[in-house]
């Protein structure tokens, strides 16, 4: 089974930058299609970006729309989510998730990973 572990997440400031990284292992990458999640406390999980095996990306939700980018590294089985222009109310815990296959289609992904907290405050 596809294992996933997130990690680079940490405290920054307002209009700061993160990048978070997606290890895959167990299975090639180049098979599936990753997606970014977050979910803060009480409040539905939220997509973010896909990037499906073929490299398509998606943009889930139209707040990080022109701050986030998504990457893969198919040779490193590396997934990466670059967090630019940080406000306080992407302060959550992010989660990658894959799904065998090219589509996106949210309700697809059955491997994730534990989760990075993303914390943006001055």
């Known amino acids: 089974q596809l294992q996933l572990v997130e990690s680079g997440g940490g405290l920054v400031q307002p209009g700061g930058f993160l990048r978070l990284s997606c290890a895959a292992s167990?299975?090639?990458?180049?098979?599936?299609?990753i997606g970014w999640f977050r979910q803060a406390p009480g409040k539905e999980r939220e997509g973010v970006l896909c990037i499906s095996s073929s490299g398509v990306r998606t943009i889930y939700t139209e707040s990080v729309k022109g701050r986030f980018a998504v990457a893969r590294d198919n040779a490193k089985n590396m997934v990466y989510l670059q967090m630019n222009s940080l406000k306080p109310e992407d302060t959550v815990v992010y989660y990658c998730?894959?799904?065998?296959?090219?589509?996106?289609?949210?309700?697809?992904?059955?491997?994730w990973g534990q989760g990075t907290l993303v914390t943006v405050s001055s």
């Open positions: 167990g299975f090639s990458l180049d098979e599936y299609t």
């Open positions: 998730a894959g799904s065998y296959g090219s589509s996106c289609n949210r309700n697809f992904f059955d491997a």
